[in-house]
Every structure is written in structure tokens, then in C-alpha cells.
């Protein structure tokens, strides 16, 4: 593919093209379960391959029932300054500014995944790729489209290689430096250290492997926290980890058996709505 003639202009054309769809099908900050529907697609697409999306997902929906929850406890936590009511307001908006925080994070992220996926999958094995997608990445993702092309599985070990340099990537080059930023924003101290110390448990996982942080912000321990997420998912068996996705209720029903073609609608529903928003000239 690299002679092709396909130009560095042309490739950035696509590259952009791939962001601005991602940017659609992102939605609003507050759009988790939209985003976990394409992530799901993603993962269908690759043909099981690329694990990351799939657990992303897991994440999304993990966290909407999170942020829900929050918002429940912080509220209760703020009537101890009920007698301050200008006090509880800005302790309750740095809570909701916090947790806004974390949901651009997860939105950012996803259009991080997606674009990089449809960027590489027509362009991945083209000079001056890697312009556009870091070239460990690039790797990566080539591997990944090279198995799907030839109708061959990646290995166990490829696999989670595959997730291990994109979920590293991720964590330091987005994830991390918006954590510490919302962190470090967030004045409410007791809320704080609560909010940094989540149990996380994905649908998938027993009860015993919930995975308990002691600081949410720091970088190496969501790594850690990540790869057992990934080892708990091999451990169950991907077709058990896709199916659990279910269980929190924030998928259409019949989702699964008409997967593709809820992805491909919404899709469809979302760039029309784009196009039809952008004035055209007269």
C-alpha cells in the first residue's frame, strides 16, 4: 500500500475525516452508552482482535452508573453545609465540574480509539502514516488489520499486546495528564479522596477481583489496574465479557442479536443530523 499514491495531503484529509466521525459518534460528554455501542462495533469489526474497545465499553457503562452514584453521595455529603448555602453550591459544582471532568476524559479517549482504527485500517500501511498515529500504535493496529484481512486469529500474546500498547499509550499520553489536571482543580477534600478511591468492578469480573484503588490519579496503578482488567477478561472468555455488557441496562434490548445494524443506524442518524446542521452555501 505504501506506493499507492496516496499523498501526505490526501492522508491528512483522511486523517481528519476519521477524527470529525469520531467527533460525531462521541456525542456529548454525558453520551457513554452511544460511545459503548461503537466501541462494541470496533471490537466485532476487528474481529475480536483489538480487546481495548471492548473493555472501554465495559469502562463507559461501568462509569455511568458511577458518575449516577456520585452525584447521589455528594449531595448528601453537602447538607453538612446546609447552613452555608453559598459553601454547599460551589463544593456541589466542583463535584459536578469534577465529574464533567471525567466524562470528557472517557470522551476523548474514544475518539482517540476510533479514529486511529479507521485512519489504519485504509491507511495503515502507507508513508507517512505515521504523522498521523504514533508508530507504536501503527504496529500495532497493522497487525491487527493484517490478521483480519488474511481471516486469521491473533494469538493470546498478540492480543494482549495489542491492548497493552494502546492502553499504556492512552493512560499517559491522554488519560494522564487530565486526570491530574481534574485532581488538582477539585477543592472539596474529603469528596476528593473518596472519588479517588473507586472499587471498580466490570460486569465480567467475580466480586472478589473488584479492583480497589488507592489513588485513582496515579498513573502506574491505573496501568496495574488495567492489565489485571484484561488478564480477569482472558480469564472469563471474550464471548462472556462481550455478553456481559448487558448487564447494565443501558443497552437497547435486542442489542445483541442486531448488533451491526444498530451501530450502522446510529451512525447513519448521527452524520445526517451533523450534515444537516452545518449551514450550506447559498
Same mark, same amino acid.
Given at each position: 500500500?505504501?506506493?499507492?499514491?496516496?499523498?501526505?495531503?490526501?492522508?491528512?484529509?483522511?486523517?481528519?475525516?476519521?477524527?470529525?466521525?469520531?467527533?460525531?459518534?462521541?456525542?456529548?460528554?454525558?453520551?457513554?452508552?452511544?460511545?459503548?455501542?461503537?466501541?462494541?462495533?470496533?471490537?466485532?469489526?476487528?474481529?475480536?482482535?483489538?480487546?481495548?474497545?471492548?473493555?472501554?465499553?465495559?469502562?463507559?457503562?461501568?462509569?455511568?452508573?458511577?458518575?449516577?452514584?456520585?452525584?447521589?453521595?455528594?449531595?448528601?455529603?453537602?447538607?453538612?453545609?446546609?447552613?452555608?448555602?453559598?459553601?454547599?453550591?460551589?463544593?456541589?459544582?466542583?463535584?459536578?465540574?469534577?465529574?464533567?471532568?471525567?466524562?470528557?476524559?472517557?470522551?476523548?479517549?474514544?475518539?482517540?480509539?476510533?479514529?486511529?482504527?479507521?485512519?489504519?485500517?485504509?491507511?495503515?500501511?502507507?508513508?507517512?502514516?505515521?504523522?498521523?498515529?504514533?508508530?507504536?500504535?501503527?504496529?500495532?493496529?497493522?497487525?491487527?488489520?493484517?490478521?483480519?484481512?488474511?481471516?486469521?486469529?491473533?494469538?493470546?500474546?498478540?492480543?494482549?499486546?495489542?491492548?497493552? /500498547?494502546?492502553?499504556?499509550?492512552?493512560? %499517559?499520553?491522554?488519560?494522564? &495528564? @487530565?486526570?491530574?489536571? #481534574? !485532581? +488538582? $482543580?477539585? =477543592?472539596?477534600?474529603?469528596?476528593?479522596?473518596?472519588?479517588?478511591?473507586?472499587?471498580?468492578?466490570?460486569?465480567?469480573?467475580?466480586?472478589?477481583?473488584?479492583?480497589?484503588?488507592?489513588?485513582?490519579?496515579?498513573?502506574?496503578?491505573?496501568?496495574?489496574?488495567?492489565?489485571?482488567?484484561?488478564?480477569?477478561?482472558?480469564?472469563?472468555?471474550?464471548? /462472556?465479557?462481550?455478553?456481559?455488557?448487558? %448487564?447494565?441496562?443501558?443497552? &437497547? @434490548?435486542?442489542?445483541? #442479536? !442486531? +448488533? $451491526?445494524? =444498530?451501530?450502522?443506524?446510529?451512525?447513519?442518524?448521527?452524520?445526517?443530523?451533523?450534515?444537516?446542521?452545518?449551514?450550506?452555501?447559498?
Amino acid at each position: 500500500m505504501a506506493g499507492s499514491g496516496v499523498g501526505a495531503g490526501g492522508l491528512a484529509r483522511d486523517y481528519a475525516a476519521a477524527r470529525r466521525e469520531a467527533e460525531i459518534l462521541a456525542g456529548g460528554t454525558g453520551d457513554l452508552a452511544q460511545r459503548a455501542l461503537a466501541y462494541h462495533h470496533l471490537f466485532r469489526h476487528s474481529g475480536g482482535h483489538h480487546a481495548f474497545p471492548l473493555l472501554a465499553a465495559h469502562g463507559a457503562l461501568w462509569a455511568r452508573g458511577y458518575f449516577a452514584w456520585g452525584a447521589r453521595a455528594g449531595a448528601a455529603l453537602s447538607l453538612g453545609a446546609l447552613h452555608r448555602p453559598a459553601l454547599r453550591r460551589a463544593r456541589l459544582a466542583g463535584l459536578a465540574g469534577f465529574a464533567e471532568a471525567f466524562r470528557a476524559i472517557n470522551r476523548r479517549v474514544f475518539v482517540e480509539v476510533y479514529a486511529s482504527y479507521r485512519f489504519t485500517l485504509a491507511h495503515g500501511e502507507r508513508a507517512g502514516a505515521e504523522a498521523h498515529v504514533d508508530p507504536v500504535l501503527l504496529d500495532a493496529l497493522n497487525r491487527c488489520h493484517h490478521a483480519g484481512r488474511r481471516m486469521t486469529a491473533l494469538g493470546p500474546d498478540e492480543r494482549a499486546h495489542l491492548f497493552e /500498547t494502546f492502553f499504556r499509550w492512552e493512560q %499517559r499520553m491522554v488519560v494522564a &495528564p @487530565a486526570v491530574a489536571a #481534574a !485532581a +488538582a $482543580g477539585f =477543592a472539596w477534600e474529603p469528596v476528593r479522596r473518596l472519588a479517588l478511591r473507586p472499587a471498580i468492578r466490570f460486569a465480567y469480573m467475580p466480586r472478589r477481583d473488584t479492583l480497589h484503588f488507592a489513588d485513582f490519579a496515579d498513573t502506574d496503578e491505573r496501568i496495574e489496574k488495567g492489565l489485571r482488567a484484561f488478564a480477569l477478561a482472558e480469564a472469563a472468555g471474550w464471548s /462472556t465479557v462481550e455478553a456481559r455488557l448487558s %448487564r447494565y441496562g443501558a443497552l &437497547p @434490548a435486542g442489542f445483541f #442479536a !442486531a +448488533a $451491526g445494524t =444498530a451501530f450502522h443506524a446510529t451512525r447513519a442518524r448521527l452524520v445526517a443530523a451533523e450534515a444537516g446542521s452545518v449551514p450550506q452555501p447559498a
